[in-house]
């Protein structure tokens, strides 16, 4: 085999797995620029689909059972760091839609592909806070930001990634 066919394949590949949640974290992203707000709905479809995903990629039983679990335990981790946030600012820095979109997003990737989903998500966010900047808008410590639509960014980013290994 050719070796450029065979990372063309490769990568269409990575990209279709990557754009499989996208008819829930584009809608879910839609209405967290609006409202600021995640709907429960969508972030349990999301979680529902990667559960099916995960139930495809390692077998119907472990796989789900295991994607089930890891979400869990990625919903306890960011819901103690939100928690812990709001005990030392005395203001809640992530929403609660936000934590339940990062354990469905976790059934997707894994906690394996955790870190790269909030690498991205964080680092498409600043640069989004950064370009408002340079624009003239007034940032503060205080400035709100629907973190929905980096999560999905960073969730595509997480699977795409995921696809290549």
Do not use: C
């Not at 070796?3 to 974290?25: D, I, N, R």
């Not at 879910?28 to 995640?38: G, H, K, P, T, Y």
């Not at 990062?102 to 997707?108: G, L, R, V």
């Not at 340079?134 to 595509?156: K, Q, S, V």
């Amino acid at each position: 085999m050719i070796p450029a066919l065979s990372l063309s394949g490769a990568l269409s590949g990575a990209a279709l797995v990557a754009l499989l949640p996208l008819p829930m974290t584009l809608p879910a992203s839609l209405v967290d620029l609006r409202r600021r707000i995640i709907p429960d709905a969508l972030n349990l479809a999301l979680l529902g689909l990667g559960l099916a995903f995960a139930a495809w990629r390692e077998g119907a039983g472990w796989g789900a059972a295991s994607a089930l679990a890891q979400a869990g335990l990625a919903y306890l981790l960011f819901w103690s760091l939100r928690a812990l946030h709001a005990r030392l600012r005395g203001r809640i820095g992530l929403g609660l839609g936000d934590v339940k979109f990062i354990a469905a997003a976790t059934a997707w990737t894994g906690l394996a592909g955790l870190p790269v989903l909030i690498l991205a998500a964080s680092l498409s966010a600043l640069a989004a806070v950064g370009l408002g900047a340079l624009a003239g808008r007034r940032i503060a410590a205080t400035t709100r930001l629907p973190f929905g639509p980096f999560l999905a960014l960073g969730l595509h980013t997480a699977l795409f990634v995921g696809s290549l290994a």
